[in-house]
């Protein structure tokens, strides 16, 4: 990067007191790029602003980093200060010139460069606000040659102290990082961990950061940034998930190594060969649809990257389907195991039944959330509660908003009002005069608010879910000190509650509903939904989720005769 290389070169030559630097997607590498480069040529301390959360903790880690001292338990833990230099602001400056004048070598009596690099100053400024504005006049008021850098993810406007108290700092603004920078990254922490691997171990057994794996991780890492890149750009995201994946990947390679040393002589010395490029594209093959996932949850961290690795390991017999286990004896093994499974499923008229169930159930935990839609149906895919909310969403779609009240309403005497009789033209009767009315299936599912939904799912859960209808009767204790006493009305306080827009959330995200605002926020009336187009929001696939829920739904959609 062009403006931390301009940092670089003006903490060596001619330092500024104030240096603030602004990178809003990857503050932590432009740290550890700027520490990587001058932590051989000038004296540098790291500061963490969420670490140092109280001054005396802010002033201690200064002085201990300037002296490169480290607190350890034989000592009793003490600082590099034996006085009371964590009192106040004059007395941290007082033993800042004191440890300053010892660094100071030669007939010059001249000290070395001093920089501090603070991490996340806004923290400085929510915890401590009086100490940011004489921390950027920190050289002034210590009159040595030292420069204070702040990092941080917000801009100096927002963090700025009042009334001017602060100085104008040398800003720089750190541009997103570029395909080529984080693979530049990417590469460096793959040699940081060869040399980690290789000095904490005397074994010759290769590992995944291997040095002649380099090229191959390379071509790896080529892969999962062009996956990740339009999602995230910050550095940090993509290492953790190739961090995640990478073992894995490299694994088939790995076994396939030591089964040929274990199957060649004592006295053949076999050697640790990069994959050839037919097995590097077969790799390719097997493993990309998983980056994908590994992005969807590593990314939110939804898990963490080792209970990640362990789930989406790769059994033996789809790695031996893409040709990535050569060895004969685990093939005889896998097809000895599906044989096994298959007799096993013939043996019983029981289980084929059972079995499929339980099949269907994993398969629809292994999918992602864009295929399970898709693949399963919803019955088996979606939990009964967002069967409720679909159920509800197609009747709002489907009905007029003036026979919410006809259908639903109910009064005190918990007699719910029934829909009116329709009568039937006579056939003798006089056609209406004008234009003929569209019926509500050719013109699509039109859009509701939210707090419409709200109110369906209420009356729907009410009326035809027993087990919740059970519970909530038989709960004499008000919730959470309210008293219920209106029928109904301790449903409509439990379908507001936060697992209800998590559900409508997440049939958001598998588009089996469409919000019709731009608005990213569920609020009330402001945000207009409508059920998704295509099969999961036919009639027929709504009217199945409605038997199984035990709702009429025909009874229920005003224009049943248009339904067919």
């Given at each position: 990067m062009n403006s931390l290389n301009e940092v670089v070169s003006l903490l060596e030559l001619f330092p500024p007191p104030f240096i603030f630097i602004n990178d809003p997607i990857s503050p932590k590498y432009t740290i550890q790029s700027l520490v990587s480069a001058l932590e051989d040529k000038i004296r540098l301390v790291h500061i963490d602003g969420i670490s140092c959360f109280t001054p005396r903790l802010l002033y201690d880690t200064i002085l201990n980093g300037l002296s490169q001292h480290r607190p350890s338990w034989d000592e009793g833990c003490r600082n590099w200060s034996q006085e009371t230099a964590n009192d106040s602001m004059d007395s941290f400056l007082r033993a800042l010139k004191a440890l300053y004048a010892s660094l100071c070598t030669g007939s010059s009596n001249k000290g070395p460069r001093v920089a501090l690099v603070i991490e996340k100053p806004e923290r400085l400024k929510e915890r401590m606000p009086d100490i940011l504005a004489p921390f950027t006049r920190l050289a002034e008021l210590s009159n040595l040659e030292l420069s204070v850098v702040m990092v941080s993810e917000a801009r100096w406007q927002d963090i700025r102290p009042p009334f001017g108290s602060a100085i104008d700092p040398y800003y720089v603004d750190i541009p997103v990082p570029t395909k080529e920078v984080i693979i530049e990254h990417l590469m460096k922490t793959f040699e940081r961990c060869s040399r980690d691997f290789n000095l904490g171990s005397t074994s010759t057994t290769p590992h995944p950061y291997d040095p002649v794996l380099l090229q191959t991780y390379k071509h790896f890492i080529y892969i999962l940034v062009d996956v990740c890149y339009l999602y995230t750009n910050d550095p940090h995201e993509i290492q953790y998930?190739?961090?995640?994946?990478?073992?894995?990947?490299?694994?088939?390679?790995?076994?396939?190594?030591?089964?040929?040393?274990?199957?060649?002589?004592?006295?053949?010395?076999?050697?640790?060969?990069?994959?050839?490029?037919?097995?590097?594209?077969?790799?390719?093959?097997?493993?990309?649809?998983?980056?994908?996932?590994?992005?969807?949850?590593?990314?939110?961290?939804?898990?963490?990257?080792?209970?990640?690795?362990?789930?989406?390991?790769?059994?033996?017999?789809?790695?031996?389907?893409?040709?990535?286990?050569?060895?004969?004896?685990?093939?005889?093994?896998?097809?000895?195991?599906?044989?096994?499974?298959?007799?096993?499923?013939?043996?019983?008229?029981?289980?084929?039944?059972?079995?499929?169930?339980?099949?269907?159930?994993?398969?629809?935990?292994?999918?992602?959330?864009?295929?399970?839609?898709?693949?399963?149906?919803?019955?088996?895919?979606?939990?009964?509660?967002?069967?409720?909310?679909?159920?509800?969403?197609?009747?709002?779609?489907?009905?007029?908003?003036?026979?919410?009240?006809?259908?639903?309403?109910?009064?005190?005497?918990?007699?719910?009002?029934?829909?009116?009789?329709?009568?039937?033209?006579?056939?003798?009767?006089?056609?209406?005069?004008?234009?003929?009315?569209?019926?509500?299936?050719?013109?699509?599912?039109?859009?509701?608010?939210?707090?419409?939904?709200?109110?369906?799912?209420?009356?729907?859960?009410?009326?035809?879910?027993?087990?919740?209808?059970?519970?909530?009767?038989?709960?004499?204790?008000?919730?959470?000190?309210?008293?219920?006493?209106?029928?109904?009305?301790?449903?409509?306080?439990?379908?507001?509650?936060?697992?209800?827009?998590?559900?409508?959330?997440?049939?958001?995200?598998?588009?089996?509903?469409?919000?019709?605002?731009?608005?990213?926020?569920?609020?009330?009336?402001?945000?207009?939904?409508?059920?998704?187009?295509?099969?999961?929001?036919?009639?027929?696939?709504?009217?199945?989720?409605?038997?199984?829920?035990?709702?009429?739904?025909?009874?229920?959609?005003?224009?049943?005769?248009?339904?067919?």
């Open positions: 998930i190739a961090a995640a994946r990478w073992p894995g990947f490299i694994k088939p390679v790995l076994d396939a190594h030591s089964m040929n040393v274990e199957a060649a002589a004592e006295d053949d010395d076999i050697e640790f060969e990069r994959p050839s490029t037919e097995l590097l594209l077969r790799l390719t093959r097997h493993f990309k649809p998983s980056l994908s996932l590994a992005l969807e949850q590593l990314y939110p961290r939804l898990t963490n990257a080792a209970d990640w690795a362990r789930t989406n390991e790769s059994d033996a017999s789809s790695l031996a389907k893409d040709g990535l286990i050569l060895s004969d004896t685990v093939l005889d093994d896998v097809e000895e195991e599906e044989d096994t499974v298959n007799e096993m499923l013939l043996s019983s008229p029981s289980r084929p039944r059972t079995s499929k169930r339980i099949q269907e159930q994993k398969v629809a935990q292994d999918l992602s959330s864009s295929d399970i839609k898709d693949t399963l149906p919803l019955s088996v895919s979606l939990p009964r509660l967002s069967q409720f909310i679909l159920v509800a969403a197609y009747i709002a779609s489907m009905n007029p908003q003036k026979t919410d009240l006809r259908l639903f309403g109910r009064g005190t005497d918990e007699k719910k009002r029934r829909r009116r009789a329709t009568k039937r033209q006579m056939a003798n009767a006089k056609p209406k005069s004008g234009p003929a009315k569209i019926p509500q299936r050719f013109s699509g599912p039109s859009p509701f608010p939210l707090e419409r939904l709200i109110a369906i799912l209420g009356a729907l859960v009410e009326e035809n879910d027993p087990v919740a209808s059970e519970v909530i009767s038989s709960q004499n204790v008000p919730a959470d000190g309210l008293d219920f006493r209106i029928p109904g009305e301790r449903t409509d306080y439990e379908v507001t509650r936060v697992g209800v827009y998590a559900s409508i959330a997440q049939l958001t995200s598998l588009r089996l509903l469409v919000k019709t605002t731009s608005s990213d926020k569920l609020d009330g009336l402001s945000t207009m939904l409508k059920c998704g187009s295509g099969a999961p929001s036919s009639y027929e696939t709504i009217l199945s989720l409605a038997k199984g829920l035990g709702v009429p739904l025909p009874d229920l959609i005003w224009d049943t005769a248009a339904m067919g």
